[in-house]
């Protein structure tokens, strides 16, 4: 006798749904909800209302229907190394970059605790702490960070990397970490990765970090602009430098040839005087 198992309606209707996200939102993006409080995933659903859906199933099924959409989406496959801890997907209409900037705005610092995996590599840095001197001194040690004690307190000598991004965080070191008023966990949802047209952007790609490029943008205006006016190239947004340069160099060139005209005239007299009189004896 042979026997044969029938999935479940409900999750043959959560395959149905994930299969008509995936095909109607142009970005999509992986998620790991571990840890996130349900007073802090009410919120962020509150946040997100009416511009993203967040939808969560379990794993196996968000597969199964990546499957069934991944020739319509080429690459959408790609998106299944993503599904880390405790996955979801995010639909939306946005493009990435705003999507993860918005994400990311809603997260919060939070200790450490034993057992947790490091989001980003985790630094302890240079400098005095309220520490009295004491056993803390060899405990810092074990855990590669090396200090010295300064007017009666202890003192870190230099920034240590304390763990790796992706690194589980040890007992002691996420004690340490408390002590030293560092909270190096994010509460919030974390994306691991967006989809988009093909194109899987990760979050070291996604996490921009706006005022440094909006400093490199200035800094490429400057040069750009320094090149148009050095190679006498012209365009609406250098024409007055351009003219006011060409002016310049004309008169320097008329009053090192001695080219009269009225621009120069007073300048070329002052120069012959002074000339003059450095000829008398």
């Given at each position: ?56 199933t379990k794993r196996r099924l968000m ?13 959408l496959e790609k998106i299944e190394t ?43 840095p240079a400098g005095p702490t309220g ?151």
């Amino acid at each position: 006798m042979s026997y044969t198992t029938k999935a479940a309606p409900q999750k043959k209707e959560s395959v149905k749904k994930f299969v008509h996200l995936l095909k109607e939102y142009p970005i999509i993006a992986a998620v790991n909800m571990e840890n996130l409080p349900a007073k802090q995933l009410q919120h962020i659903r509150q946040v997100l209302r009416g511009k993203v859906e967040l939808v969560m199933t379990k794993r196996r099924l968000m597969k199964l229907a990546i499957e069934q959409c991944k020739q319509e989406k080429p690459g959408l496959e790609k998106i299944e190394t993503q599904l880390k801890g405790m996955p979801a997907l995010l639909f939306t209409k946005d493009n990435p970059f705003t999507l993860y900037k918005t994400i990311k705005k809603n997260k919060s610092k939070a200790p450490a605790r034993a057992g947790q995996i490091a989001p980003s590599e985790i630094i302890v840095p240079a400098g005095p702490t309220g520490f009295l001197p004491g056993p803390i001194i060899g405990e810092l040690g074990a855990l590669g960070i090396k200090s010295k004690v300064d007017q009666g307190k202890i003192t870190i000598v230099q920034d240590s990397v304390v763990c790796k991004e992706g690194q589980v965080i040890s007992a002691p070191l996420a004690a340490m970490l408390t002590r030293l008023n560092i909270n190096p966990m994010e509460v919030g949802l974390d994306i691991t990765a967006v989809y988009e047209k093909g194109t899987i952007f990760d979050k070291k790609v996604l996490d921009i970090d706006e005022e440094q490029f909006n400093k490199n943008l200035q800094q490429a205006i400057r040069w750009g602009m320094n090149l148009s006016v050095e190679t006498a190239f012209p365009t609406k947004e250098n024409r007055e430098l351009l003219i006011q340069k060409a002016y310049r160099d004309a008169k320097g060139l008329a009053l090192e040839c001695a080219i009269y005209n009225k621009e120069v005239i007073e300048e070329l007299l002052a120069k012959a005087y002074r000339q003059g009189k450095t000829l008398q004896p």
